[in-house]
């Protein structure tokens, strides 16, 4: 049974002749003293419980600490790889235009070779066909002139057969 402060205080001791009745007083100091250890087992337990729960407290705010430091950390290394991927983007960018800018010379350069080659080669095509019709003139003028003359003959033969008896 527990007893309270305030019950120990208006406890009432029955006083006999020579004072207080000794057996009452010696059960009061059992009960008080029964209730005093057990307050003093429950106070070793609840300051032991207090120890082990501020140790555990204390592992707890390392680990939070610990896990605070944790994500600045991440978030520092998180920021370090996203600006470094942020710089080599740009510069595997600033690589490909490069590529690109050449790429598109090489080929406007080879653009403007097909180019030249195709003007040489219709200039020599005039040129070709411009010879061939001169020589097609000059051999149709001879042909029609051997015609005429070979026209001419024949009747200037026509003519002597006529002349030349036969």
């Not at 009960?31 to 501020?54: D, G, V």
């Not at 600033?94 to 406007?108: G, L």
Request: net charge negative.
């Amino acid at each position: 049974m527990k007893i309270t402060a305030l019950e120990v205080k208006s406890h009432p001791l029955k006083k006999r002749f020579f004072g207080y009745d000794v057996r009452e007083v010696e059960a009061f100091k059992e009960l008080l003293s029964e209730n005093f250890e057990e307050a003093t087992r429950e106070i070793t337990f609840l300051t032991e419980k207090k120890r082990e729960l501020e140790e555990t407290l204390a592992v707890h705010i390392g680990n939070e600490h610990t896990l605070k430091e944790a994500i600045t950390s991440t978030q520092k290394i998180s920021t370090d790889i996203k600006g470094g991927a942020r710089k080599e983007a740009e510069l595997i960018l600033a690589e490909a235009r490069h590529k690109a800018d050449e790429i598109v010379a090489r080929a406007q350069a080879h653009a403007n070779s097909l180019q030249e080659e195709i003007l040489r080669l219709k200039g020599q095509r005039i040129e070709l066909e411009t010879s061939i019709k001169a020589v097609l003139d000059f051999h149709s003028t001879k042909l029609l002139s051997e015609e005429q003359e070979s026209a001419k003959a024949d009747e200037e033969t026509e003519k002597l057969k006529y002349l030349v008896p036969s």
